[in-house]
């Protein structure tokens, strides 16, 4: 198993953005660049949902889209997700993942990463 480690989850007030990253260990730059990865969250008293997946292309959820972001650098084996206009909404602990494609599907993932705590104040 490969450690996935987020970090830049923080309190932001609604409107404002956050930066979130994830970086994996263990895979080389050939390999790392043919993985899909995935950012997905989980509020309390719900289940976790997809929010962006990339592979060759990017997808991601209608209540995510046009604010948030995902890239990938495969020399840095990092992730990102760009979250801008926060929402209260979008309060939620946010994982990073490993996916079989890019998909929003939680059966999808292959591999979770730690979570990181992003909460939105009105």
């Known amino acids: 198993q490969v450690p996935l480690v987020a970090s830049g989850g923080g309190s932001v007030q609604a409107g404002g953005s956050l930066r979130l990253s994830c970086t994996a260990s263990?895979?080389?730059?050939?390999?790392?660049?043919?993985?899909?990865m995935g950012w997905f969250r989980q509020a309390p008293g719900k289940e976790r949902e997809g929010v962006a997946a990339?592979?060759?292309?990017?997808i991601y959820a209608d209540s995510v889209k046009d604010r948030f972001t995902i890239s990938k650098d495969n020399a840095k084996n990092a992730l990102y997700l760009e979250m801008n206009s926060l929402k209260p909404e979008d309060t939620a602990i946010y994982y990073c993942?490993?996916?079989?494609?890019?998909?929003?599907?939680?059966?999808?993932?292959?591999?979770w990463g730690q979570g990181t705590q992003v909460t939105v104040s009105s």
């Open positions: 263990g895979y080389t730059y050939s390999s790392y660049s043919t993985i899909a």
């Open positions: 990339i592979a060759s292309t990017t």
């Open positions: 993942a490993c996916l079989r494609s890019a998909s929003l599907g939680t059966r999808d993932v292959t591999y």
